[in-house]
């Protein structure tokens, strides 16, 4: 049985990168203001990393205030944005964290116009405008900032807010790959394995995998593995397969679930074991994978690697065949 692949796409969320808040990037961003706005702004970070939100609060709500025709410190207002989004020392408002992003997305903050337009994508304390997403990702993509260099390529491909454009979402997708960004990595291999806005390549498509993998995604991982199992774009390499298989499988990634439960079942690569077969189908087949509950199914029916039961077999038969399988495979198999 053919192993399917899920090629759904993932959104990155709402950004808070302290690194960033922390370190060099607030400070050399905070030209212009007064001494007294930087130690707020300082003090404000050390209070957020101690968990102290309401006093990250006030001290981020003086550097981020305006005065003299000084529009406010925009670290300070991102860092608020943040604040008043997932409600930490405040209650939770999205219209005022939309209000303190604008203002810093307004002074070229990436990561507040980033997090605007991920508000306006989602239609979270603004009125719901994929044009607008389109517009502060963009601004923020430009200035290399990965995770909108991510959210751009996401809307490029699915012509949100844009034409639909595979090309240019291949563009986005590197850039943003090639500064870490691991679901980046994963969807640009997903392109060169269809041919989508970039040549059919397998190998690249590998190659982007591994790197994706390697840098803890389970998408990629079972995508790796089944490159790896199949011959294309590397070597084919069974024992291989089986890691990333397991590595995703673990994370709850349910093709690769079914991948080692036709493993085990059929002996490929590793020992026959139909105990364990019968279980990785089970995991599977429990979020509606019919594949798998067509073949946890068949095991019931034939006592395979579980205690025979018919009955049991014919409701994961039923399952498999709400769940899309097709009519001609329970022909024969009952």
């Known amino acids: 049985m053919a192993i399917l692949r899920n090629l759904t796409l993932r959104r990155c969320g709402l950004i808070a990168l302290l690194a960033l808040i922390a370190g060099g990037y607030g400070s050399a961003r905070a030209s212009g203001t007064s001494s007294a706005t930087q130690r707020e702004v300082a003090a404000g970070n050390a209070a957020f990393q101690a968990h102290d939100y309401r006093a990250a609060l006030d001290d981020w709500s003086r ?27 405040v209650a939770p408002q999205s219209t005022i964290a939309a209000r303190w992003y604008r203002r810093a997305a307004v002074q070229g903050d990436a990561q507040a116009q980033n997090n605007l ?11 719901q405008n994929d044009r607008a997403a389109v517009h ?3 601004l923020a993509a430009i200035q290399g900032f990965a995770p909108a260099e991510y ?30 960004n691991a679901q980046a990595a994963d969807n640009l291999g997903v392109l060169y394995q269809t041919g989508r ?32 199992q199949t011959g294309q774009g590397v070597p084919r390499d069974g024992l291989q397969a089986a890691r ?7 994370r709850g990634v349910v093709p690769a679930q079914f991948a080692l439960g036709v493993m085990a079942e059929q002996g490929l690569d590793m020992k026959c074991t139909p105990e ?13 994978y ?24 014919a409701r994961w038969f039923t399952f498999a065949r709400q769940n899309g399988a097709p009519a001609r495979l329970f022909g024969s198999a009952n």
Do not use: C
């Not at 337009?117 to 009125?127: A, D, F, K, S």
């Open 244 to 250: 990333w298989f397991r590595r995703a499988a673990k």
């Open 63 to 89: 550097a981020a205030r305006a005065w003299h025709g000084y529009p406010g410190n925009k670290i300070a207002q991102t860092n608020l944005g943040l604040l008043y989004l997932d409600g930490d020392g």
């Open 151 to 180: 959210n751009l390529a996401v809307m490029a491909q699915t012509g949100r807010g844009m034409r639909q454009n595979a090309t240019k979402a291949a563009r986005w997708y590197r850039a943003a790959a090639l500064q870490g």
């Open 276 to 288: 364990a077969a019968a279980q990785w189908y089970a995991k599977a087949a429990q979020h509606g």
């Open 197 to 228: 806005g970039v040549p059919h390549q397998l190998t690249f498509a590998a190659q982007w995998f591994q790197r994706s993998a390697q840098a803890g995604d389970a998408k990629a991982e079972y995508s790796l593995g089944y490159l790896l």
């Open 290 to 313: 019919w594949p798998a509950a067509y073949n946890l199914g068949r095991m019931y029916m034939l006592g395979e690697g579980i205690p025979r039961d018919p009955g049991l077999g």
């Open 117 to 127: 337009g991920t508000l306006y994508e989602q239609g979270i304390g603004l009125r």
């Open 136 to 138: 502060w990702y963009r």
